[in-house]
């Protein structure tokens, strides 16, 4: 599974209000429309200098991504997002998941659980 990162930073003219509701309100549906997307996680960033969102995107496999993103939708995800955002920085990551608590007690999920 690949796991794509992207790191947001609205225009100067938009207000962090008006990235919000552009990002959530509009960006996320057509982002929704990606072939082989396999869940889609948006961070929005309060107080922060250098980045107002973090979008998480996962693929099968960075072949998977590629196709997407040369996809007709994608070219319109992509130039949606360059048309608001003053800079975008994407971050292909391995996930490490050290902790999660399920909500059962005893029962404990991630890397954590078998160390």
Known sequence: MLKAMILLARRTDMTPEAFR???LDEHAP?????????K???NAID??????????????????????????????VAADSMAHVRGRTRL????????????VE???SGDQASA
């Open 40 to 42: 889609i996680v948006f």
């Open 47 to 76: 107080d922060a200098d250098d980045h107002d969102g973090v979008a998480e995107l996962w693929f099968d496999d960075r072949q998977s991504f590629d196709a997407a993103y040369a996809s007709e939708i994608g070219q319109r």
């Open 106 to 108: 005893g029962d404990v």
């Open 21 to 23: 509701a552009w990002w």
């Open 30 to 38: 057509l982002a929704a429309q990606l072939p082989a997307v396999r």
């Open 92 to 103: 292909f990551v391995v996930e490490h998941a050290i902790f999660e608590h399920t909500g």
